[in-house]
């Protein structure tokens, strides 16, 4: 296939606000040992971008300084060693960066099939979010049928994907948002209960919905002033799964209840890992998550769909938290 020698691609001018991000004509990259380009068809717009462009999440060592850590599209050449993936397929994968441009370099094991019913748009939203989920959730907190999971933050992209997910495998989900539309949107989703934390103590619902016995999973984004509630409202044996920290990652707790109750602190970053452990929940998804998604019973609920040139507005409405789903950039029509 005819690949240009340059693209179009973001880059961040410094650290700093949405006012640093810029449009460039770059060479397009090749794909090493194992690797594909990808000719990009969309790329997900993910919190972790916004905290690079900020200055607090760099690429791993290796990776290029581009933003973007899911796409999907077709690929146009392999690197030596691909042996799985053809030019021509259509894929979404996981990536370290890159993904804000009309071509990307993914490591092979990382790349995954459009799921029948899906546009190449809503599959460019699976990965990033996808992966975190199950990981998370499943691998790390050990969610299983008839358990209860608190999402906070369950009308973002990771928060709907959770709350459909857990469901799916047959659990109890509740949720907290910040207004009523996205209440009704986490319940549409399959959410049990949902919290409108502006005007609920979503520690009191807990509590109120589980008759006082707490929920055995919490996923939490927020960090700081959550982490000591959270633990209050974890069941015996619960786990608490931390994977950002929206505001403060420092909290003063006591770690008595965590003694009394037998209960699990953890969390993970997945951008930084290897692509051998990233290609093992690559393996589980395709096992146990795809299946779902070809039938239809999950699926990415896009919010908003921006073209490359317009990064910046699809950064401003990232934080903005005024999104409900994912916020998508548009690449190739």
Same mark, same amino acid.
């Given at each position: ?34 690797? @594909? ?15 690079? #462009?900020?200055?607090? $999440? ?32 259509? @894929? ?7 993904? $804000? ?124 002033? $959550? ?11 619960? #786990?608490? @799964? ?28 997945? #951008? ?62």
């Amino acid at each position: 296939m005819a690949i240009p020698e340059t693209m179009r691609q973001v880059r961040f001018e410094g650290a700093g606000g949405p006012e640093v991000i810029r449009l460039e004509n770059a060479p397009v990259p090749s794909p090493g040992k194992g690797q @594909v380009l990808i000719e990009v068809a969309a790329a997900g717009v993910n919190r972790p971008d916004c905290l690079q #462009r900020a200055g607090g $999440y760099p690429p791993p060592p290796g990776a290029t300084d581009i933003p973007g850590l899911e796409v999907s599209g077709r690929i146009v050449a392999l690197g030596d060693g691909v042996e799985r993936l053809q030019v021509g397929e259509e @894929v979404c994968a996981l990536v370290a960066s890159g993904g $804000y441009a009309e071509y990307c370099v993914a490591d092979e094991p990382l790349c995954l099939p459009i799921p029948g019913p899906l546009s190449l748009l809503e599959a460019g939203g699976i990965p990033e979010t996808y992966f975190t989920v199950y990981d998370n959730v499943f691998t790390r907190g050990r969610l299983k049928a008839g358990e209860t999971l608190l999402v906070h933050g369950g009308s973002s992209g990771i928060g709907s994907t959770a709350i459909q997910l857990a469901k799916q495998a047959g659990a109890i989900v509740y949720a907290t948002a910040g207004s009523q539309e996205k209440c009704d949107f986490c319940r549409s989703l399959g959410a049990d209960a949902a919290i409108n934390y502006r005007n609920q103590d979503f520690v009191e619902e807990v509590r109120n919905l589980t008759d006082k016995r707490g929920v055995d999973v919490v996923l939490d984004m927020v960090g700081a002033p $959550y982490i000591a509630r959270n633990l209050s409202i974890l069941a015996l044996e619960g #786990r608490l @799964v931390q994977i950002a920290f929206l505001q403060s990652s420092k909290a003063e707790i006591d770690f008595t209840p965590v003694m009394i109750r037998r209960l699990t602190i953890t969390g993970s970053t997945l #951008r930084p890992r290897s692509v051998e452990l990233k290609a093992a929940i690559a393996e589980a998804l395709r096992r146990n998550v795809w299946p779902l998604l070809e039938k239809g019973a999950v699926r990415p609920v896009l919010h908003a769909t921006f073209p490359l040139e317009e990064a910046r507005a699809a950064h401003e409405l990232m934080e903005s938290s005024a999104h409900q789903g994912k916020i998508m950039l548009e690449i190739r029509r």
